[in-house]
């Protein structure tokens, strides 16, 4: 089952503008995370957002969490034509460390 | 440090026939994950596993797969025999396990039934 849903599936922007990119799940979680997946790389973890955490960031990329609202947003700042990719939030809700995965994002940064 | 290692990375079969992947996680992880992803979809658990023990298989159709990690390091899934509908990239991922379960992927196996 998917809890995390991506929003909106689909982005295109211009080469340096900023991208952002919401996540919305249904239960209480105990983290948050970010991943990328392009065709040349594979899924590669970006960023961690712990439950009691309500901002992250690791470069170009910043991370909100409102657990009241039970949403994320990831922002991308300087968006470059390598971050062409599909992004999917994954939230860890229980005590298994399963991650359950949302549908992505797929985003296209236009030259 | 290597990362996870899956093979092969493409693999096309006629229906019924069996196929089989194969995943070495990053060395150290005990906890060792198979993922089926379709198109535009995001990963779906198939099986988890904690050193060789599966503590978390209630998504993997037993029916015709079927998954082992003998020593707890790599491991295999098997699908047999295949359907139409179990085309997908089946992908393997390691983590550290506690607290935060970041997990690192492989590159996937795109399977293609025909």
């Known amino acids: 089952s998917q809890q995390g849903e991506e929003d909106p599936q689909a982005l295109s922007i211009q080469e340096g503008e900023n991208a952002t990119m919401n996540c919305s799940y249904k239960t209480s979680i105990n983290n948050l995370q970010w991943y990328r997946q392009n065709s040349g790389r594979g899924l590669v973890h970006l960023i961690l957002i712990r439950s009691n955490e309500r901002e992250k960031h690791s470069g170009r990329l910043r991370v909100t969490l409102d657990t009241s609202k039970k949403s994320s947003s990831l922002l991308i700042t300087a968006s470059r034509a390598a971050d062409t990719a599909s992004y999917f939030c994954?939230?860890?809700?229980?005590?298994?460390?399963?991650?359950?995965w949302g549908a992505g994002t797929k985003l296209i940064i236009k030259p | 440090e290597a990362g996870v290692v899956q093979s092969p990375r493409y693999k096309i079969i006629e229906k019924k026939q069996p196929v089989a992947f194969w995943c070495n996680p990053i060395s150290g992880h005990n906890t060792l994950y198979w993922y089926r992803q379709n198109l535009g979809q995001g990963p779906e658990l198939l099986i988890r596993?904690?050193?060789?023990?599966?503590?978390?298989d209630s998504q993997l159709p037993k029916d015709r797969f079927s998954a082992e990690r003998l020593k707890g390091v790599d491991s295999t899934l098997k699908i047999q025999p295949a359907e139409l509908g179990d085309s997908a990239v089946y992908l393997c991922?390691?983590?550290?396990?506690?607290?935060?379960?970041?997990?690192?992927f492989g590159p996937g196996t795109r399977l293609t039934v025909l």
């Open positions: 994954a939230t860890d809700a229980g005590s298994n460390y399963q991650l359950i």
């Open positions: 596993y904690e050193n060789e023990e599966a503590v978390d």
């Open positions: 991922a390691s983590s550290g396990g506690a607290p935060y379960n970041e997990q690192f």
